[in-house]
C-alpha cells in the first residue's frame, strides 16, 4: 500500500511557505515528503512523530504545513510550520494546539494570547515522543511606507527590512516569551548585507569575542553549494547563540549539508538513490552555532519540505 504521506497535490513551497514552480517533471517524481518519510524510517524518531504527522494531514490538510528535520549534535529531533492563517483559517493558532495537544509532553502548558490572527506562524517542535514547545511569530513593520501587503496570505511585512519576531508559549510563565529575531534577505546578490547583519548580530550575542569568526559559516556555505554561494537568506538573533538559514539549495546541495554535519549514512543514501527523482525539490536548511573562546561551534542544523 502506498504510503499516505507520499499523496502529493503537486505543488511546493519553501520554508516561508511560498510556492514555486518546478516546471515541466518526469512522472516518477518524488514529493519532499518522500524525504521526511525516510528521515522517519531511518533516523531515531518515534512512531508518534509520524502518528502526528497523518494527524495533520487529515485535520489541517494536505500542503498546509511545512515540516523540519533538526539535528544537534547526535540528537534528531523534528519541528512543523503552520503558517498564513488569514489565509489558512486551519492554521490558527487555536486550532494548531487542538491538534497538537495529545502529544504534549506532561505537564507543558501554553498559554492562550489575544488577537491570534495578528501572528503570522505557529510551529510546534517535537522532541523525541512529545511536542515540547509551541511559538508564535509576528512581523515587525520599522518603516509604515515601507509595508508590503501580500494579499493570497494576509501577511504584511516591511519591504526594506523585513524583521519577524518569535515568541514562545510554553516558557513556563504567564506571558509569552520573546526567543528570536529573524533578519530577512531575499535578494540573491544581498551577500553584502548578510555578512553586515551577521557581524552585527554576532558583536551584540558575543561581545567578548572576535565577530569576524561568524564569516565562517561561508566556509560550510561554499561546501553546500556547487555553482557557488547564493544568498537569500535568513539571519537570526537567538537566546544564546545566532543562525543563518541559506534559501533554495538542490538535492545535491541537500546530500552537501547531510554529509559535511554527519547525518546517519542509512538516510543519506536512501536521499541519494533517489536523488534524480529529487531533482526538481529546492529545499531551505539552517545553522545555529555560537563563538566560544574564538572558536564557530555549530550547535543545530536543520532542513525544511512541505506535507
Known sequence: MADPLLTSDGRYYDVNFFEYRPGQLPSDVLPTSFILCEALATLPYPASARQFLLDVRAK????????????????????????????????????????????FAPGLDVIAVEGEEQYYLTSVNMDGEHVTDVTVYESVISDPDAAFFFADKGLTIDEVTPIFHSYSLASGGKEKKRINTYFGFFDPNSLHQVMRKVHDVACEQFPDEDPLVAYEFLQYAGRYFRHGIRCRALVASKVGGMGVYLLGLDIDELINVLEIHDYDEAFIRSIRQHARQLAHVKIDMGMDFHIRDGRFVVKKTAFWGSV
Open 60 to 103: 489541517i490538510g494536505l500542503n498546509k504545513a511545512l515540516w523540519g528535520v533538526r539535528k544537534a549534535g547526535d540528537v534528531y529531533s523534528l519541528e512543523f510550520y503552520f503558517y498564513y492563517p488569514r489565509a489558512n483559517p486551519c492554521n490558527r493558532l487555536s486550532n494548531v494546539v487542538s491538534v497538537a495537544s495529545r502529544y
